[in-house]
């Protein structure tokens, strides 16, 4: 027996389907919320994190109470680069800069866990915020003959330090405290980075604290998200895109060894999956089926 004319039995299983799974907005709205809570628990983790800053040792690049959002999965494929701001895990020599006291109620408690499971809470006592100034192999010391620090022997001009968040470049240099300008040359060890604070006066950081392991990175800082007047990209200064192609990490220079590229679009990859995953779950059609229609 031949099907009826104009009877297309694909495109009514697809319809049969879609009405089966429709649900009235009081079913739907709890399932949303659980799976828009269990993809932020997945991105915090593995893709994105939101940062709180709770000291001014990066002013006036970063203030007090800013959130940024840190890229994770950016240095599973190459290394930290000078110039970039990155989150990271300090050692045992890393003193905490901010010690705050928390409520130890329930409800303080409880908001506290949910927070840091979605990657909104403060961070940690050994959770840091630092911009990469040395790599392994290179000389960092401070000061030459302008006040600037010197990477291999060449001054930086630090634009985005203005004189009033240096330190005092009179002062003697002091190993347990960060208070001088001046520092001793120190040779960054390999599989290690030297990190300074913008905010140079009070930032505790390589200068007397030693450099950090880079697997201690948690990731890139790339944008300033809140306060929303504050909304910025957070880009390497031009002096250090300047200063990466007369200096390459040592790493890069040896041969044998492959440098691992930049890839500046994982950052752009992150909304266009949430936009798609939350289209297909208000829709009801499997992600992979959304995508399709789309290229259609």
């Known amino acids: 027996m031949e099907p009826m004319q104009g009877y297309r039995p694909s495109e009514r299983r697809r319809r049969a389907m879609v ?42 690049t970063l203030e007090v109470k800013d959130r940024v959002l840190v ?10 680069l000078r110039g970039e701001i990155v989150v990271f895990r300090g050692t045992d020599n890393w003193a905490p800069e901010v010690t ?9 408690k409880l908001g506290r866990t949910i927070g840091d499971l979605v990657g909104v809470s403060r ?3 050994r959770d840091f915020i630092k911009r990469v100034i040395g790599l392994p192999g290179d000389k960092v010391a401070c000061c030459d003959d302008q006040g600037r620090i010197t990477v291999n022997g060449d001054g930086i001009d630090e634009a985005y330090i203005s004189e009033g968040f240096n330190s005092d470049l009179n002062q003697p240099p002091n190993p347990n405290q960060c208070t001088s300008r001046r520092f001793a040359e120190i040779t960054v060890p390999q599989g290690e980075m030297f990190v300074m604070g913008d905010h140079r006066s009070v930032s505790q950081d390589a200068r007397c604290q030693g450099p950090v392991p880079i697997k201690n990175v948690i990731g890139r800082a790339f944008v300033i998200v809140w306060p929303s007047d504050r909304f910025t ?16 990490t040592a790493a890069a220079a040896e041969p044998g060894i492959p440098a691992r590229q930049d890839s500046p679009a994982t950052e752009a990859l992150v909304l266009p999956f949430l936009l798609s995953a939350g289209l297909s ?6 992600y ?8 259609s």
């Open 19 to 60: 009405r089966r799974k429709e649900m009235p907005l009081w079913q739907e709205l709890p399932l949303l919320l659980v799976v828009a809570f269990c993809l932020a628990v997945l991105i915090r983790t593995f893709l994105v994190q939101a940062f709180y800053i709770p000291s001014g040792s990066m002013e006036n």
């Open 71 to 80: 890229n994770k999965v950016v240095y599973d494929m190459r290394d930290p």
């Open 100 to 108: 705050e006291q928390v409520s130890n109620t329930f409800a303080a």
């Open 123 to 125: 961070p940690g006592e």
């Open 233 to 248: 990209s957070l880009s390497v200064p031009d002096v250090w895109k300047t200063y990466a192609i007369d200096h390459p």
């Open 281 to 286: 779950a208000r829709s009801g059609l499997p």
């Open 288 to 295: 992979v089926t959304r995508r399709r229609r789309l290229r």
